[in-house]
């Protein structure tokens, strides 16, 4: 069992930056290959990033290359995604979640956390 809580989410203008938190609860964190998804109002989820257990392997969504990168520390339980020169079409609300394969597919991950909004004025 996984438990996740997203945090640093708010209001930015276009052009700057936010760096959004997902702390995880549990001994087994190291397991999970850990994703970012955001969902906007009227749009379906969309994977934004996956990051592998050990933080070797890093998948960004076409939307967000060159802008969001995801990490994560083990020693913290927590994954993060830093995200850069922020659009307002970035708006939505932002999702970590937990999975135990490599997958950009929303229904393969088990755990979710609450949601945090990010909101980009132009």
């Known amino acids: 069992q996984v438990q996740l809580g997203e945090s640093g989410g708010g209001l930015v203008q276009a052009g700057g930056s936010l760096r959004l938190s997902c702390a995880a609860s549990g001994r087994t964190f190291s397991r999970y290959f850990m994703g970012w998804f955001r969902q906007a109002p009227g749009k379906e989820r969309e994977l934004v990033a996956f990051?592998?257990?050990?933080?070797?392997?890093?998948h960004q969504g076409d939307s967000v290359k060159g802008r969001f990168t995801i990490s994560r520390d083990n020693a913290k339980n927590t994954v993060y995604l830093q995200m850069n020169s922020l659009k307002p079409e970035d708006t939505a609300v932002y999702y970590c979640?937990?999975?135990?394969?490599?997958?950009?597919?929303?229904?393969?991950?088990?755990?979710w956390g609450q949601g945090t909004q990010v909101t980009v004025s132009s």
């Open positions: 990051i592998s257990w050990n933080g070797e392997y890093t």
């Open positions: 979640a937990a999975a135990l394969k490599a997958t950009t597919d929303s229904r393969d991950y088990d755990y």
